[in-house]
């Protein structure tokens, strides 16, 4: 089964990116734009690997009211890096003799 995407869906690189712009420059970031920030990662994200990451993440934040930006601009390492690891496992064909 494949999923169809629109053309126009936002990519979970593209919302990393639009992340660390809407970021630069902060010393601490409010803990609702980085939950903002993560759920457009987890909408964008089509692999449950990747979900998983930012599930965790959004728990690691929860109760506090500022987070700060050198750990946030951490979580969004660890996103783009579930990304390429799962990015790498495209090519197999699971099941295949």
Known sequence: MTLFTPPDAPTVAGC??????ASAGSDY???AHCVD?????YNAAVRSSVRHVVT????????VTLVPAPAFADMLDQVQLAL???AAFDHL????A
């Open 56 to 63: 965790e993440m959004l728990s690691d934040i929860s109760g």
């Open 37 to 41: 920030w993560l759920l457009d990662c």
């Open 29 to 31: 970031l409010s803990q």
């Open 16 to 21: 990393v990116v639009d992340a660390r712009t």
């Open 84 to 86: 390429q690891v799962d």
């Open 93 to 96: 064909e699971l099941g295949a």
